[in-house]
Nanobody, 115 residues
């Protein structure tokens, strides 16, 4: 059984930090591209950050300089460190693993940025 489980979400004040984790099981995703996406209230799911199997990274303009995506292939886990969080970051965050037609999604973890 293949599953991706996100964790680390929660309520944080503006300017605070969170580290999201996504642990995978059932398949080793060492050669998959990995990514974090988010769905804000009333909006479609959008890319936050992604990291290739070769560790090249790509970030949405809205989070550049404030977020860092990383992966630990031995743990089959991808992380998203988010600093200087803004209210606009409030969303459900999903992790992804992708390789051609082999694509998987987690169920998401809620992040709320509010004072």
């Amino acid at each position: 059984q293949v599953q991706l489980v996100e964790s680390g979400g929660g309520l944080v004040q503006p300017g605070g930090s969170l580290r999201l984790s996504c642990a995978a099981s059932g398949i080793m995703f060492s050669t998959h591209d990995r990514g974090w996406y988010r769905r804000a209230p009333g909006k479609q799911r959008a890319l936050v950050a992604r990291i290739s199997f070769g560790t090249a990274t790509d970030y949405a303009d809205s989070v550049k300089g404030r977020s860092t995506i990383s992966r630990d292939n031995a743990k089959n886990t991808v992380y998203l460190q988010m600093n200087s969080l803004k209210p606009e970051g409030t969303a459900v965050y999903f992790c992804n693993a992708d390789h051609m037609c082999d694509n998987y999604w987690g169920q998401g973890t809620q992040v709320a940025v509010s004072s």
